[in-house]
């Protein structure tokens, strides 16, 4: 048996009821909407509007952002699709604040404000840091290990669409403290100073014809295309503190110094940090241990060429300042170059006669060459700590804290691709979207921890 429903009869029934009611009492929307007050938005967005009262007056601002929020906090491809879903569906229209009757907003609304109003400033970095700092005064917010890794968001740019172009090569950001070391420490082996090298100011790379900001990426079987990079940094509790944004062809490590030195000036009192292979350089490891803080990254496989003695088998002498190679002989110090590198020279002789040699070296003049960076100590000490419990610990927290913030984010929230172009376009969207996990994970963790205003336990109980 079953009961026969009379269709047509049922969508014509006309009730008195509000939108409260039509909005399921363990929505996710009203733990969002209980566990923040949404107007601070008005004082952050303060002088962006005219106040003049000619003309038909703009679109609430609460609600103009409430509607980005919803396109970040469930995925939404498009703000096009944003608006349909609105418009059918009722907690949509409960959280921005419209009723049931009332016409939603066009989809270029949100483009046309940012145009007139919100490009070249930072509300939306204002809106990530004020609930970031919301999580914060909760005490949600772990700050004893910083996770830091970067990961690709494929650019609104088609791959054929490009140019070969010269850009401008920056400096490295340590690159002055680096070469007075290189200076002092050749001045200590007796060597002259290096010449002034004439300096490469720019180079040749692909750029798009489409997005000139975004960068050709292209990383082992991934192929090759037009990206932006996000660089971010993540506590204990999955929580985004920090991010930069840049062109797809920038490296991690080069995007290490900005991303780090905002995590922790927010944050001082970070004790470790963790990062992959690919932060692994003697700058970084020193930058982390002379701030005091404990650097966890991985064992990093030598490059050497398979059937050759790897480099740690080559012993460091530091009271006579040489290298031992695995039959004993030593090699003296040569130079040290404008890497930071210096170099260790085999004799000749020795290696000639060597029994090793063809696990030593393919050179024709017979001599083996080891460098040693002049911060090689850093990643020594760096490879010390990798040993410990604690760094094993928070290193294998990894794979459950920034990936999994980047999983979430790509598979959740739609941060595989974007639509918009131009850098402070990308990195509006992804401040933004950073803002709306950071402030689904608050209202989440307020609900668990019944920390919600009171409104919201009495209106799941039924209490008017």
Not at 225 to 233: E, G, H, K, P
Request: include cysteine.
């Amino acid at each position: 048996m079953y009961e026969k429903r009379n269709h047509e009869t049922n969508r014509g029934q006309i009730h008195i009821i509000c939108l409260e009611d039509l909005v399921p009492k363990n929505h996710i929307l009203r733990a969002i909407d209980a566990a923040i007050d949404f107007n601070f938005i008005y004082d952050e967005v303060e002088g962006l509007y005219s106040k003049a009262e000619n003309g038909r007056p703009g679109i609430d601002p609460v609600s103009l952002f409430k509607i980005v929020m919803i396109q970040y906090i469930f995925g939404i491809r498009s703000m096009r699709q944003t608006i349909k879903e609105i418009e059918s569906n009722y907690a949509y229209r409960w959280f921005i604040g419209y009723d049931i009757g009332e016409d939603i907003p066009h989809f270029s609304t949100f483009g046309k404000n940012y145009t007139r109003r919100f490009k070249d400033t930072d509300i939306f970095e204002r809106i990530f840091t004020h609930i970031l700092n919301e999580a914060v005064r909760h005490g949600f917010v772990d700050e004893k290990a910083v996770f830091i890794d970067g990961t690709h968001i494929k650019a609104s740019a088609n791959k054929r669409k490009s140019a070969k172009r010269a850009i401008s090569v920056q400096a490295k950001k340590y690159q002055e403290q680096l070469d007075q070391e290189i200076e002092e420490d050749r001045r200590k082996h007796g060597k002259k100073r290096l010449k002034q090298k004439e300096e490469i100011k720019e180079r040749i790379v692909t750029v798009s014809t489409t997005d000139e900001e975004s960068g050709m990426f292209h990383k082992g079987e991934h192929e090759r295309q037009f990206a932006y990079v996000a660089n971010t940094a993540c506590d204990n509790h999955n929580f985004v503190l920090g991010f930069v944004i840049g062109a797809g062809n920038i490296h991690d490590s080069v995007m290490f110094d900005e991303v780090y030195k905002n995590v922790v000036n927010r944050f001082p009192k970070i004790k470790a940090i963790a990062v992959d292979s690919g932060y692994k350089t003697p700058a970084i490891a020193k930058q982390i241990i002379d701030d005091g803080r404990i650097p966890c990254m991985p064992y990093k496989r030598p490059m050497t060429k398979d059937g050759y003695f790897r480099k740690h088998e080559y012993v460091y002498d530091e009271y006579y300042d040489c290298m031992i190679c695995p039959n004993d002989k030593i090699l003296k110090y040569s130079t040290t170059n404008r890497e930071g590198y210096q170099e260790y020279k085999s004799n000749p002789k020795d290696c000639e006669a060597c029994p090793y040699r063809n696990k030593c070296t393919a050179s024709k003049v017979n001599q083996k060459v080891v460098t040693r960076h002049i911060w090689e100590k850093y990643i020594e000490q760096v490879e010390d700590y990798r040993h410990t419990q604690e760094c094993k610990a928070i290193y294998s927290r990894r794979k459950e804290t920034i990936e999994r913030v980047f999983a979430d984010a790509k598979e959740k929230h739609n941060m595989r691709y974007t639509h918009y172009r131009g850098l402070a376009k990308v990195k509006a969207e992804t401040a933004l979207r950073f803002a709306c996990m950071n402030l689904k994970k608050l209202a989440q963790w307020m609900k668990k921890d019944g920390l919600l205003p009171q409104k919201y336990y009495d209106m799941r109980r039924g209490i008017a």
